[in-house]
């Protein structure tokens, strides 16, 4: 009896429409439960297919449990939990990389995902051009089995376009702005370098609709682990916590509109999402970013320890009035009530979000989060001393060693290059004279505008230290 069930279960799964590469805990509380929800609505065969680049943990951990997992809602008033059950499996990408190629070259699969963060799409942050002197993609260029996410892509699209098939839609969900522009210019000169004839393909044939993404979601903890255990009666090696809030706002162009009906699921599917995309990233990400550096180097632990803290909360208030003149408001929204509820939102104390965890790979980040709103600000003539405050922060946190000289375990692909130039610095002037140096992040233009309020931030930051450095600003 107990075996019937549980082969209908299998045989009623939807087959695999999706393959999503970067399989980490955001996608797994967002896309994933976005594509849940759509199902439920509307149907079709949009099981996810998985793939991690790197490392084997989340398959080995969801195997055991026939992919599904515990999402878990962190309201301000408890937590609700949900089984999601839309993989279909897991591969792991150095362990068999023919077999992601294969998935993605499935007649079925429709939408290829992405979450490979900002670094995982090889480009130059400063420019968004491809990179050709990164190390994976110099491999890609030699080897028909890649190892980059924008390898993966161009190889499968290559095998698609041999087997007569149409192309997947590249559907990124990073936190880059016009993410779909990026990841096609990067995959279009990639494909150009290997053969200018699928290149002109997938220019003509592929659709990579831009997306929003938004929802809050830390790093599982083993803590989380067992509490999850304790709330459903079932352990769960690998569940997702997350806050209640989602938006996900989609162009709505996919080769031959196949794809979820993920209106249905909540999305906003709308022709350009550009508006979206810049105040969630500037509003958002940008305010999350400068938290990190300023709250780790001030001993916050998390994002809520930092905004509980009255000095931090007028900070980000006076960062929002920095960035918001450089926002255009999507229609219907305003910009006041959308700062309003990003308080909440890193208020919530039920989210440990780690100022660390944030901090990670500001090199990839600060580029779309600050150093545009700082541009724009400076073209027109407004000052933007709280967003200084904040780079020099992350020049003081990339050092390696905090106000009190305790190390800091910085995660960031140039992590050793920052190392070794702060170490070479004296002074505050000459850290920000060597870090403007690093023309992956800071344009020679840019780095020039920047060097006079930089400096003065720092040496300021540096001689007063982080809460006085904020509470003068602040008032
Ligand atoms: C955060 C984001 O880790 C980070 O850099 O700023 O992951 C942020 O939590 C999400 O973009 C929220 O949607």
Known sequence: MEISVTTEARLSRPATGIVHLGLGAFFRAFGCVYVADAMAASGGDWGIVGVSLRSPGTRDA????????TSVTLGPN??????????????????DPSAVLAAMAEPGVRIVTLTVTEKGYCHNPASGDLNTEHPDIIHDLAHELPVSAPGFLVRALQMRRSAGLAPFTVLTCDNLPENGKLVRGVVLELAGLIDSELATWIDREGRFPSTMVDRITPATTQADIARVAELTGRPDAAPVMHEPFAQWAVEDDFVDDARPDLAAAGAEMVADVTAHEHMKLRMLNGTHSALAYIGYLAGHETIADTVADPVFAAYVRMLWSEITPTVTAPPGVSLSAYADALFERFANPSIRHRTWQIAMDGSQKLPQRILGTLRENLDAGRDSPALFLAVAAWMRYVGGADETGNLIDVRDPLADRFRAVSEGAETPAERVEALLATRDVFSADLANRLRAPLTKAAEHLWSVGVRTAIRDLTG
């Open 78 to 95: 408890g937590e609700e939990t949900r089984s999601i059950d839309v993989l279909n499996g897991v591969l792991v990408a150095p362990e």
């Open 62 to 69: 969801l195997r055991g449990q026939g992919w599904a997992y």
